[in-house]
Structures are given as C-alpha cells and as structure tokens.
C-alpha cells in the first residue's frame, strides 16, 4: 500500500510542476525538456501525465494551445514589423 501511495504522490507532484510550466506559458516539449534537466523526472512520466491532464481538462487544453500559436504569430509578427522599422530608419538615414 505505501508504494501506491509514494506513486500517487509522485503523479501528483508532476501534475503541480506541469503546471508551473503552464503557467509560464510553456509548450509540451518544453515542459518536459525542463522537468527532465531540472527536476530528474522522466520524459515519459512528464509526457503521461500531460496527456492524462489533456484528457481530463479537454477545453482548457485546447484554448491553452490556441493561446500558444498565437503567441508565436504574434511574436513573428512583431519581428516583421521591427526589421520593416529598421529598414524604414535605414533608408532615411541614408537619405540624409
């Protein structure tokens, strides 16, 4: 009994890191990159849990996800908009 016990309090303690990560606005991949460095846990364990949370948590994940890939566009976009920017203050300053 107290090694279901130990198990279920190890899950438990990844589900809470797992959501560190989600906090921190982290994707799958970096979650897991992140607990295996920095806490020694598992790939594997990181990812089953992670799914098991997707499973459980359906709407959250998907908005979490869709929230994701904007970032990412938006960030693209923000980058296209400064090089356009620097480009802009090149050109003027070689216009002077």
Sequence with gaps: ?????SSASYIHMVQHMIEKCLIFHMSKEECV?????HANITPVIT???WKELEKENKEFFKAYEERQSKQEQMSE????Q???KIIS???KESDD
């Design 82 to 84: 400064m090089i356009q």
């Design 89 to 91: 203050d090149s050109s």
């Design 77 to 80: 976009e923000e980058t296209n």
């Design 33 to 37: 990159e992140a607990l295996s460095k």
């Design 47 to 49: 990812s089953t849990v």
């Design 1 to 5: 009994m107290a090694d279901s016990s």
